[in-house]
């Protein structure tokens, strides 16, 4: 049975502007609904806001060493994840594939780390046509690495499966895991938090809500006893 360790929770910043200086307003926004943060950011701070954040990056010990969403750029700029792979005697070298479970800052940002290891990614993902296609950004946390497009549902060891999750992106995709705990599902952004599965609500933010609900659906189905969310904690069902 593979083994499933999350390297780095997820976590939100989002700074606003007095006087030329980044203020802290809120460090998770999962909670508020969409229209009540974006009105607090009006009226706190007009217009002038950002956000530094990244997804949960899990590290699966099968056959192969794998890592999914190694996270935002400044976890590997700035050495966070190079010192969390430390805890575990692991450094970059040590990962076999790396798997991104869509083509967003917050999840990819930090690929350039395992420069040259397998890259796992929907094609969808890395098409001209992809809504969020930036080519820049695509050479630098795609094309070091060795890229290997898929187009479907593809095992990657006896207890290690990728499936197609499309929804939140065209070329969404989720890991599912069998573990001694049962089988574990990590499935980006295809389920952001624990408190959305639950009531089955659509992000705003989504490309397209139908198939988004599918994708639900297919994982439901799959009946995963641990669920790992893009942006929240692990859950049990």
């Known amino acids: 049975m593979a083994q499933v360790r999350i390297l780095i929770h997820e976590f939100g910043c989002f700074y606003g502007f007095k006087n030329g200086f980044p203020v802290l307003i809120r460090g998770h926004p999962l909670q508020m609904a969409g229209s009540d943060f ?19 990056t899990v590290l699966i010990e099968s056959k192969k060493r794998i890592i999914v969403d190694p996270g935002a750029r400044e976890l590997g700029s ?3 994840l190079e010192s ?14 790396v798997i991104n479970t869509h083509l ?19 094609e969808k993902e890395v098409s001209p046509k992809a ?30 499966n990728i499936i197609t999750t499309p929804g939140h992106t065209a070329g969404s995709i989720s890991v599912m895991v069998d573990t001694a705990e049962g089988l574990a599902a990590i499935v980006g952004d295809a389920i ?12 705003e933010w989504i490309e397209d809500k139908k198939t988004y609900l599918k994708s ?6 799959l009946n995963p006893k641990i669920v790992v969310p893009g942006h929240d904690s692990p859950f049990n069902l």
């Open 192 to 203: 952001n938090s624990k408190a959305e599965y639950l009531e089955l609500r659509v992000p």
């Open 104 to 122: 967003h800052g917050d999840h990819v940002g930090s690929n350039f780390i395992f420069r040259g290891k397998k890259l796992i990614i929907h």
């Open 131 to 160: 809504k969020h296609s930036w080519p820049e950004f695509t050479e630098a946390c795609v094309r070091t690495l060795d890229l290997e497009k898929i187009s479907s549902d593809t095992r990657i060891t006896n207890d290690v």
């Open 84 to 97: 969390r792979l430390k805890e575990f005697g692991l450094t970059p070298r040590d990962i076999d594939i």
């Open 216 to 221: 639900i659906d297919k994982l439901t189905g």
């Open 38 to 56: 974006d009105r607090l950011l009006e009226e706190s701070f007009g217009s002038a806001w950002l956000i530094f954040g990244s997804s949960n």
């Open 78 to 80: 700035w050495g966070v």
